[in-house]
């Protein structure tokens, strides 16, 4: 069992796979009592939902990293920083187009979100973005 946790396979594909299935979950149970049995297309669209986490999970990562480094008076921290900061740069301008791009091709006439350009590809981006995290944090 040790050996599985700490496989890459675990940590790069299982952890955001599994991440994925639990915001589906929490969106669908977090409804009114009316609409509960009702699932919407709109409850599988959690790519901003997984890139906001990404954002959020490197900062942090970013953040204790840098103390640690601070306390150690590690020298070379600023490409260290720098580093940092150019990747989640990188992460909140790619996850403004992706979600531009939502707003202007992700919906149809009649307020729905499109299967492909509003559901898939946008899920596609937040899996990326949170691979891409927990292989440069933990991988």
């Known amino acids: ?14 952890v ?15 409804k009114n009592d009316s609409d509960l ?4 297309r709109e409850d599988f669209a959690v790519g901003i939902d997984l890139a906001v986490v990404s954002i959020t999970y490197y900062a942090v990562e970013t953040a204790k990293t840098l103390s640690i480094s ?11 920083v720098s580093m940092n900061v150019w990747i989640i740069l990188i992460l909140f301008i790619s996850l ?3 979600s531009t ?3 202007f091709w992700g919906w149809d006439e009649e307020k729905n979100l499109r299967y492909f350009w ?4 946008p899920n596609i981006y937040g899996t990326l973005c949170l691979i ?6 933990g991988g």
Do not use: D, Q
Request: zero cysteines; charged letters at 15%; a positive charge.
């Open 96 to 98: 403004w187009i992706i």
């Open 132 to 137: 891409f995290v927990v292989m440069l944090i």
């Open 101 to 103: 791009f939502i707003r």
């Open 118 to 121: 509003g559901i898939i590809i």
């Open 37 to 40: 049995r009702k699932i919407k």
């Open 70 to 80: 601070a306390k150690n008076n590690v020298e070379n921290i600023f490409h260290t």
């Open 16 to 30: 955001p796979f599994l991440g994925t299935l639990f915001i589906i979950f929490v969106k669908i149970v977090s």
């Open 1 to 14: 069992m040790e050996e599985f946790l700490t496989s890459p396979f675990f940590y790069n594909f299982l």
